[in-house]
């Protein structure tokens, strides 16, 4: 069965720099969301998307930004990058119409040096 | 506001005993629980869910949970503890009340001995 799809698996950038982190989601599925994981943290919600619309926010920085397309796939920007930004970054996808649970993609692991 | 506490950083028991990991939740509205299992390096694996009905959930591989609403709890249990469960467990809660965002704990480590 087809699973959540995140690009890339690893990203190295310096401070200041910009990242794209993308990802695809289950196909049918009209929620995707983004989590940031530090190294022994739970993941923080930071936003998500239901049918292409941001429908929560959490404590995603100002720096930060994402969006959904038209073909529901969502992307994470992340500008003037700084070191603790270093995590991994998972995104998830839903149906909110079905039983409601979430699948997790494999994630990005971003270092910031 | 929704959140969600697992008060034991790590779970200690040894292999073919039985094991619980504990969650207790708060949500204002009907709460949809889950059990999330994560492998060093791995994404977040999908273990089990309450939503509605039976108190006793069934999910995969032998793990199951119990929805106590007086308590507010939703431990993760399993009869028979195999060395390759040893991993990092989440559990998480939904009100479908207040969006769609999941609120995880702070993560159990469950680490099983032969």
């Known amino acids: 069965a087809a699973g959540v799809i995140q690009s890339p698996r690893h990203l190295i950038k310096e401070k200041r720099e910009t990242a794209t982190l993308k990802c695809y989601p289950i196909p049918r599925h009209d929620t995707v969301y983004w989590y940031q994981q530090g190294p022994g943290q739970d993941p923080q919600f930071l936003i998500s998307?239901?049918?292409?619309?941001?429908?929560d926010k959490g404590s995603i920085p100002d720096r930060f930004s994402a969006q959904q397309f038209s073909d529901y796939h969502s992307e994470l920007n992340m500008s003037s990058l700084e070191l603790g930004d270093s995590a991994l970054y998972f995104c998830a996808s839903s149906l909110i119409g079905g039983s409601g649970e979430a699948f997790f993609g494999q994630g990005t692991r971003l270092t910031v040096v | 506001a929704q959140s969600v506490a697992q008060p034991e950083d790590q779970v200690n028991v040894a292999e073919g005993n039985p094991l619980t990991v504990k969650c207790t939740y708060s949500v204002s509205g009907n709460p949809y629980l889950f059990w999330y299992v994560q492998y060093p390096n791995r994404g977040l694996q999908f273990l089990l869910k309450?939503?509605?009905?039976?108190?006793l959930v069934k999910g995969s591989y032998g793990f199951e949970a119990e929805f106590n609403k007086s308590q507010t709890s939703f431990h993760l249990k399993k009869p028979s503890a195999l060395v390759s469960d040893s991993a990092l467990y989440f559990c998480?809660?939904?009100?479908?009340?207040?969006?769609?965002?999941?609120?995880f704990g702070g993560g159990t480590r469950l680490m099983v001995k032969p």
């Open positions: 998480a809660v939904r009100d479908y009340n207040a969006g769609n965002m999941l609120t």
């Open positions: 309450y939503i509605t009905g039976d108190n």
């Open positions: 998307f239901y049918e292409k619309m941001q429908s």
